[in-house]
């Protein structure tokens, strides 16, 4: 089966930095993708890892491992603003969610 | 740009009835989906299509039907609606089909069965 498995809730210190993990069981693997989701809003996009390694945009990294089926996103220097859910997406053949990890940052 | 505009954003249906949840995008892509959002369960495919007359199901197609009549527009047929349809619906598209195009959602439709 496919499966997509990240933590329900965190919670971090504005300034910080948080890991936001997401490991992937799917049967076939194009690429690993991050949205963030402000409640009561679309999901926007964040960054995609098709390789192994780190891709940094800005404040934001995102890590991929093939190999463990292991991605994590990495927020720096935590805002306030980051307070959101961030969606671990696969896309196998098609496009597979992950239930999305609610981050709250707390001053 | 408008990019990806949906309607309406919020419905109240009872069981049985039909309706058409609207989607537009304004960007000239191929690739349009529909997925539905659950609390605790993520967003899931319903329908996508790679282009203008050609469309396929996603992983929880039941009880919806779409069509691609023009680039455009990307509509959402409920046939028969039914309480476990309750939820957030997003259109979403991209430029192509390829995986790695960056997929652009719509505000969301909330809809609720009674």
């Known amino acids: 089966g496919q499966n997509i498995d990240q933590p329900t809730e965190m919670t971090a210190t504005e300034g910080a930095i948080v890991q936001i993990n997401c490991t992937y069981q799917t049967s076939g693997f194009n690429g690993l993708f991050w949205y963030q989701q402000h409640a009561g809003e679309a999901p926007t996009f964040l960054s995609y890892?098709?390789?192994?390694g780190l891709e940094e945009k800005g404040r934001f990294s995102s890590f991929l491992s093939r190999s463990k089926g292991y991605s994590y996103l990495l927020l720096k220097e935590l805002q306030m603003k980051d307070s959101a859910s961030y969606l671990c997406?696969?896309?196998?053949?098609?496009?597979?969610f992950g239930a999305g990890t609610r981050l709250t940052v707390k001053p | 740009n408008a990019g990806v505009t949906q309607t309406p954003k919020f419905q109240v249906l009872k069981t049985g009835q039909s309706m058409t949840l609207q989607c537009a995008q304004d960007m000239n892509h191929e690739y349009m989906s529909w997925y539905r959002q659950d609390p605790g369960m993520g967003l899931r495919l319903i329908h996508y299509s790679v282009g203008a007359g050609i469309t396929d199901q996603g992983e929880v197609p039941n009880g919806y039907n779409v069509s691609r009549s023009t680039t455009e527009d990307f509509p959402l047929r409920l046939l028969s609606a039914a309480p476990s349809q309750t939820s957030v619906y997003f259109c979403?598209?991209?430029?192509?089909?390829?995986?790695?195009?960056?997929?652009?959602f719509g505000p969301g439709t909330r809809l609720t069965v009674l």
């Open positions: 997406a696969v896309n196998g053949g098609d496009m597979r």
């Open positions: 890892n098709v390789l192994d």
């Open positions: 979403a598209s991209s430029q192509t089909i390829t995986p790695t195009d960056t997929q652009y």
